[in-house]
């Protein structure tokens, strides 16, 4: 294993990144995705691949590949669910 250099920066990494590449992908995504223009008060984001909707304060509102946001009135005549790991 190569020695850090003074120079290069040493981030601390959490020890389940080296043994879960899963981990990892999930992670960079995560840092990385930023939210769709749109949403607020009284809006639910839905995925429009997947038909789940996420509320304000999910971590994938607004934040998913395929999305809009809709009333959650609207999303559920469209037949849309909630995400079973989210708050009500």
């Known amino acids: ?6 120079t290069e ?11 879960d590449p899963f981990y990892r992908i999930t992670y960079l995504i995560k840092e990385e995705a930023t939210q769709a223009p749109g949403g607020g008060t009284g809006q639910v984001w ?5 038909h789940v909707y996420h509320k ?5 509102y607004g934040k998913t590949k395929h999305g809009k ?3 959650e009135q609207d999303t559920i005549k469209e ?9 009500q």
Do not use: C, F, Q
């Open 1 to 6: 294993m190569r020695e850090i250099l003074e």
């Open 9 to 19: 920066e040493h981030v601390p990494v959490p020890p389940i990144m080296y043994s």
């Open 69 to 71: 946001y809709l009333s």
């Open 46 to 50: 839905v995925n429009t691949e997947t």
């Open 79 to 87: 037949g849309d669910h909630a995400a079973k790991n989210e708050k």
């Open 56 to 60: 304000e304060g999910s971590r994938w």
